[in-house]
């Protein structure tokens, strides 16, 4: 059923709880996860200096790459992943990105903001959800509950 699983990742510990759901599926269906981040040009376009756009476009790009390695890093050893690095507006470029005949599922979390936050920050889950063209698996994501697992697989490693 799916060939190709877009996963968009911020960088986030929090990104690793929709990862689960995105590998599980991709070993179901032999599919391969594309792991992208999107560098948002948008968030540093209004800095006054040129030199220092460059460097802060450098630093997001480096950002970007660290956190698909650690998509890479994650990943079972029977699942594949591609890794991508792109600039623009977050959903625009993930629903471009997601095109059918690329990939035929986006997962991605959602960081349960409400009220104000929303308002004022939007959402790029949601504009994924409303302008994607293939089924986007939303991921419930609470930061503390990332925090109490990922010290459950401290314990357990030690």
Do not use: K, W
């Not at 911020?10 to 032999?30: K, P, Q, T, W």
């Not at 792991?35 to 040129?50: I, S, T």
Request: with cysteine.
């Amino acid at each position: 059923m799916y060939d190709c699983i877009l996963v968009p990742t911020d960088g986030s510990r929090e990104v690793e709880r929709a990862l689960e759901y995105a590998f599980d599926l991709a070993r179901m269906h032999n599919a391969t996860i594309r792991a992208l981040y999107v560098v948002n040009a948008a968030g540093y376009g209004g800095l006054p200096m040129e030199a220092a756009l460059e460097g802060v476009g450098d630093a997001l790009r480096e950002e970007g790459r660290s956190a698909v390695a650690r998509v890479e890093e994650l990943a079972p050893d029977d699942v594949t992943v591609d890794t991508e690095v792109l600039e623009g507006s977050p959903s625009q470029v993930i629903v471009e990105e997601a095109d059918p005949t690329e990939c035929d599922l986006i997962v991605m979390g959602t960081h349960g903001r409400g009220g104000i936050d929303r308002l004022l920050l939007g959402s790029v889950t949601e504009r994924v959800v409303r302008r994607a063209s293939v089924p986007v698996l939303t991921v419930q994501v609470d930061p503390d509950e990332v925090d109490d697992r990922s010290d459950e697989r401290q314990l357990a490693a030690e």
